[in-house]
Structures are given as structure tokens and as C-alpha cells.
């Protein structure tokens, strides 16, 4: 497998963040947390982490903008790039010592996700993705599972939070779901979900009220690892209306139809 040197940038960024990550879960006891909204947490992991990123991607590439999560965005002086980054996506699962996180890192060249990488550092899962070279966990090429029937499939989903206003749509959306697949997962990271999809461990995936820094990594793993996204309407938005619907052409397509499905009558 050979990484191009823009993708071997985003690839050492993510291990350095993901070393201190690391290490700040190793006495997530000590951090210091604070709360940004209804649980919403934020801690000194994600502003280490973010730091690294930064660094590591502002040294290779000093024109290029730059979105995280949690810092002002910097405008480049090269308008037509942007990395679009999430130091630490799973803030909660982290908290409580739970070994489901990651950091994400995407590429954005003139409004299109051209790289991708995602990496969890308590488990080594290193997942990267470049436009036209395909999609890897670690040195593996990796693909979308291939079932074709929703009854056959696990499908990962992302229950909303405290302070989130869905609740109510979510649960009509997992009424529908869990009347037709094979079993629901939640993990609590974006990220890893749709890097799951990629691999072909999850056969589906939905999600909304997503941001682009939890997403843009996940979308171009699944494009590359041949699977399917849309948003709510089945359109390409997922960027900027937060909703990504994800699997193989029958199980994106599948999903998208059940999850529309009106409010059944009482
Ligand atoms: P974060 O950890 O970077 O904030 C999962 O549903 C997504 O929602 C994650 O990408 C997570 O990103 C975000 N999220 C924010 N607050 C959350 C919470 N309290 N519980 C679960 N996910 C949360
Ligand atoms: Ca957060
Ligand atoms: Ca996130
Ligand atoms: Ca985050």
C-alpha cells in the first residue's frame, strides 16, 4: 500500500494525537472536564489532541485552513483547502473509560473530501482512505460488507443526546429499523461507526445532527471502500445538514426507505 504524502501528513498527525490520547485515558481521572452544553463534556484530552493535529498539519501544510472542533477556525491563505478535524470524537465514551474513540482527520479540497483518516489509539485500528486509492484498516484493504438483505444486517445508529431536540424522530426511526434488521449497535463515535461501515463489520449505518469534523473521514472511507451515503433525502448534503445514511447500494438504499417511513397510524 502505497500512501501518498499529503495522506502519510494526516497519518502521523493522527498517531501523535493519538499517543496523547492515550495517555490522558490512561488518568482520565485527572483531567480537567468542562461542560460546553446539556451533556455535552469537553476535557483537556480533546484540547491536547486538537493541538497536535494542528500542529502537525499547519507545519506540513502553512496555507491550508483549518476547522476543529474545538478552536476558532482558521481561514488559509489557500482558499481551495481545508482539513476538517475532530481531535477526539467519542468525548464521552473516553470519560468514562470506555475503549470506543477516535481521532478524524479529512482533507477538503474545493468543497470535496479528498482524504480521510481515522484512528483509535486504544485499539491500533488505524483506517485511512485517499480519493481513487481505496480504503485501508491499517496495511488491509478493506470493502463494505456485501449482504443484501436488510433481515441479514447490523446496523449502527447514534442515539441522540441530553439536550438534543430528536429524541422523538429518533425513536420513531429505530421502531422502523429494529422491525427489519437483524440487531442495532451503538458505539458512541461517528467516526469509528462509519469506519465500521467501511470495514464491513456494520452493514448500515444512520445518524443526524451530525457536524462535518465527526463525518468527513467516515464518508470517504465508505466511498472508497465501494459503499453509499446520502443525507435525509437521499442527496449528497451530509456535510452540511448533519445526516448520513451509509451502506452497500441495497442496504444505503434499504435503510433510506425505512427510516422515511411515516409515523404509523395508532
Ligand atoms: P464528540 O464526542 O466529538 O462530541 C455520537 O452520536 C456523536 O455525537 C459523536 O460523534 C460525539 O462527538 C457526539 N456527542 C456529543 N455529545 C455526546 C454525548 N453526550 N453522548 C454521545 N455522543 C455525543
Ligand atoms: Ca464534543
Ligand atoms: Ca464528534
Ligand atoms: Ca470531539
Redesign the pocket.
Known amino acids: 500500500m502505497a500512501r501518498s504524502a499529503l495522506l502519510n501528513v494526516m497519518v502521523q498527525a493522527a498517531l501523535k494525537a493519538g499517543k496523547s490520547l492515550a495517555r490522558d485515558f490512561g488518568e482520565v481521572q485527572n483531567l480537567q472536564v468542562s461542560v460546553k452544553g446539556p451533556?455535552?463534556?469537553v476535557s483537556q484530552a480533546d484540547f491536547r489532541a486538537e493541538k497536535i493535529v494542528k500542529e502537525e498539519l499547519l507545519k506540513a501544510r502553512p496555507t491550508y485552513g483549518f476547522l476543529g472542533?474545538e478552536g476558532e477556525e482558521i481561514i488559509g491563505t489557500d482558499g481551495s483547502h481545508r482539513w476538517l478535524v475532530?481531535p477526539?470524537?467519542?468525548?464521552?465514551n473516553f470519560l468514562h473509560g470506555i475503549p470506543q474513540f477516535a481521532v478524524s482527520i479529512a482533507l477538503e479540497r474545493s468543497g470535496e473530501i479528498v482524504a480521510g483518516v481515522i484512528f483509535n489509539p486504544a485499539t491500533d485500528e488505524l483506517f485511512t482512505a485517499e480519493r481513487g486509492g481505496g480504503a485501508f484498516l491499517n496495511d488491509r484493504r478493506i470493502r463494505v460488507a456485501a449482504r443484501k438483505t436488510l433481515s441479514d444486517c447490523v446496523i449502527g445508529c447514534?442515539?441522540p443526546?441530553?439536550g438534543k431536540s430528536n429524541h422523538g424522530k429518533f425513536l420513531l426511526e429505530l421502531r422502523h429499523v429494529m422491525g427489519e434488521v437483524s440487531g442495532v449497535r451503538r458505539i458512541?463515535?461517528?467516526?469509528l461507526d462509519l469506519a465500521y461501515v467501511a470495514a464491513g463489520r456494520f452493514d448500515g449505518f444512520w445518524?443526524t445532527h451530525?457536524n462535518a469534523w465527526?463525518i468527513a473521514a467516515g464518508l470517504i472511507l465508505i466511498r472508497e471502500a465501494g459503499g453509499f451515503t446520502s443525507d435525509a433525502d437521499g442527496g449528497t448534503d451530509m456535510l452540511s445538514t448533519g445526516t448520513v445514511v451509509a451502506g452497500n447500494e441495497y442496504i444505503q438504499k434499504a435503510l433510506l426507505e425505512v427510516i422515511g417511513r411515516p409515523v404509523p397510524k395508532a
Request: charged share 30%.
Open positions: 451533556g455535552d463534556f472542533e475532530d477526539l470524537d467519542g468525548t464521552t447514534g442515539i443526546h441530553l458512541g463515535s461517528a467516526a445518524e451530525l465527526d
